[in-house]
């Protein structure tokens, strides 16, 4: 931690009902936490936390505004609470609380999500003696398409997965198993949204299933064969990581530091990413097929207790921190790269769509 030379007003937020504080009978300061809570010690994780937590605000007053234009005030709440997602943090005997917003388009939530789902798989796909990594894709569309599209997708797949089970159970033919989520591109020249899958499976033989009947399946007029795609996986954690990037890229270019200049407008497709989001709503981004999971022992659950001995902080945009609301002390020194800044300063594009 490192002291602040500046003074700055800090102010609470009222969504956090995870960790409060206030003051007991006796007139001491105390605050209110429940769950785990997450590691202090950790700087490499705490300077992630902050990175995201600054990519995240950012976007969220991107997709407000454009929320605010459509008449959407539903979701303008919703990109508020992702606005304010661990925005102040109570910590206590070496973790931190907050509480967060769990909306889909939240980088610290879905990182959260996505560090989950790869503890939960990973066991279980080690396993597997030749694990394969499909891409499975229709055609790029237009705006208007794009939920029926991205619907059609899953069902499709479902019928593949659920002809192949009948077959089985017959005893005629492969049980197809994986792991799949959903995705979707932005193309911002053509203005169109590319749907599709990726998908891990334990075998070549279920790939190249996947892989002939999704072509029957979607026929010419939709996709073509050069469009679909099956690799060995060398790396299955790095494969898992790529597989599970939850619905939708925040940068159409993934790498902040090579495109990042403020002459480069439009890194980040807001209203895109907005229209992804909203199509995608209701749908199941990710899901196995064919098995189950082995049965996990539940975690403890640690339920609400007061706390007298605390700390007490509150993300402050221009510090791109959380600082102590006694001290100003900043919690994780964390100092994001000139290009990130730029970037979220000058390329996020809120019209092309
Ligand atoms: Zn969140």
Redesign the pocket.
């Known amino acids: 931690m490192r002291k602040n030379t500046h003074s700055v007003a800090v102010s609470g937020s009222s969504l956090n009902t995870l960790a409060q504080n206030g003051t007991t009978f006796d007139g001491q300061n105390a605050a209110i936490i429940s769950g785990q809570g997450s590691e202090l010690g950790n700087n490499t994780v705490l300077n992630g936390r902050a990175k995201r937590k600054i990519i995240?605000q950012k976007m969220a007053l991107s997709l407000i505004a454009i929320a605010e234009k459509k008449g959407e005030p539903e979701k303008v709440k919703a990109f508020w609470n992702?606005y304010y997602?661990?925005n102040r943090l109570i910590t206590h005997d070496g973790r931190y609380h907050g509480k967060?917003?769990?909306?889909r388009f939240?980088t610290?939530?879905s990182s959260i999500r996505k560090a989950e789902i790869i503890n939960k798989y990973y066991p279980v796909l080690k396993t597997w003696p030749e694990p394969y990594f499909v891409t499975l894709t229709v055609k790029a569309y237009p705006l208007k398409s794009l939920r029926t599209m991205l619907k059609g997708v899953i069902k499709a797949f479902r019928q593949i997965v659920g002809n192949y089970r009948k077959m089985n159970q017959r005893s005629k033919g492969t049980k197809l198993m994986g792991i799949k989520s959903l995705e979707c591109n932005f193309n911002p020249v053509r203005r169109t949204y590319n749907p599709h899958l990726h998908v891990i499976v334990p075998n070549k033989e279920t790939a190249e299933i996947l892989i002939k009947e999704w072509l029957q399946k979607w026929t010419a007029v939709h996709t073509i064969r050069k469009a679909q795609d099956y690799r060995p996986i060398h790396n299955l954690e790095t494969a898992l990581i790529e597989t599970i990037k939850y619905g939708s890229k925040i940068f159409t270019e993934p790498d902040v530091n090579k495109k990042a200049n403020s002459s480069n407008n439009g890194n980040i497709h807001a209203a895109a990413v907005y229209n992804i989001f909203d199509a995608m709503e209701g749908l199941r981004l990710f899901d196995r097929f064919g098995f189950d999971l082995p049965k996990g022992t539940a975690k403890e659950r640690k339920g609400a207790r007061v706390v007298t001995k605390y700390g007490e902080w509150v993300f402050v945009p221009q510090y791109f921190d959380w600082l102590n609301t006694e001290n100003e002390l900043t919690l994780t020194g964390h100092v994001p790269k000139t290009e990130l800044v730029n970037l979220l300063e000058n390329n996020i594009d809120l019209l092309l769509e």
């Open positions: 995240s992702t997602c661990q967060y917003c769990k909306n939240c610290l939530c």
